[in-house]
């Protein structure tokens, strides 16, 4: 099955911004949707932000859109998500994952079924 990586987590200050990859190895990545989650200490996972297989269609939860950017390059295997203007309350374990099914939009969150191991983002003020 697929493994995904996710890195370029760290300490920010408010305001500042943060780059996150996550590489896929071991499985297919190019005809998936891939999406970014957030988990914070004592709360639910939520999602974040999705991409298309093709690019076509981008999908942000309101409290991230215009602050936050999700992309990939297929060519590496890799997604990314872009932070910027970031806030205390985006402190969170981020993940990201591969929609369980090919050629999907990324618009379905209970389809999203794989898992990285996160990577931790801390907003200070």
């Known amino acids: 099955q697929v493994q995904l990586v996710e890195s370029g987590g760290g300490l920010v200050q408010a305001g500042g911004s943060l780059r996150l990859s996550c590489a896929a190895f071991?499985?297919?990545?190019?005809?998936?949707?891939m999406g970014w989650f957030r988990q914070a200490p004592g709360k639910e996972r939520k999602f974040v932000a999705s991409?298309?297989?093709?690019?076509?269609?981008?999908t942000y939860v309101d409290s991230v859109k215009g602050r936050f950017t999700i992309s990939r390059d297929n060519a590496k295997n890799t997604v990314y998500l872009q932070m910027d203007s970031l806030k205390p309350e985006d402190t969170a374990l981020y993940y990201c994952?591969?929609?369980?099914?090919?050629?999907?939009?990324?618009?379905?969150?209970?389809?999203?079924?794989?898992w990285g191991q996160g990577t931790q983002v801390t907003v200070s003020l």
């Open positions: 994952s591969r929609e369980r099914w090919p050629r999907g939009l990324g618009t379905h969150t209970i389809n999203f079924a794989s």
């Open positions: 071991g499985g297919t990545f190019s005809t998936y949707a």
């Open positions: 991409i298309s297989w093709d690019s076509r269609r981008t």
